[in-house]
């Protein structure tokens, strides 16, 4: 299961990939986090049209 983690770029708000885990497992059944920096992640949910939201 890959893991993919986020953190929001501060002068644009966008999302910008910090890291990525376990792509030799394969590309099925991804989790995507977003890190605010501090310590603490949230689980992003991708939408059918593959928008991201929380």
């Known amino acids: 299961v890959p893991i993919t983690v986020y953190m929001r ?3 644009s708000e966008s999302l910008i990939v ?3 885990y ?3 497992y ?3 059944n ?3 986090v977003l ?3 501090y310590g ?3 689980a992003l949910q991708v939408s059918p ?3 991201q939201s929380k």
Do not use: L, V
């Open 26 to 28: 394969g590309r099925q």
């Open 35 to 37: 890190y605010h920096g």
């Open 18 to 20: 910090i890291s990525e």
């Open 22 to 24: 376990g792509q030799e």
């Open 40 to 42: 603490h992640y949230d």
């Open 30 to 32: 991804p989790i995507r």
């Open 9 to 11: 770029e501060k002068s």
């Open 49 to 51: 049209n593959g928008a």
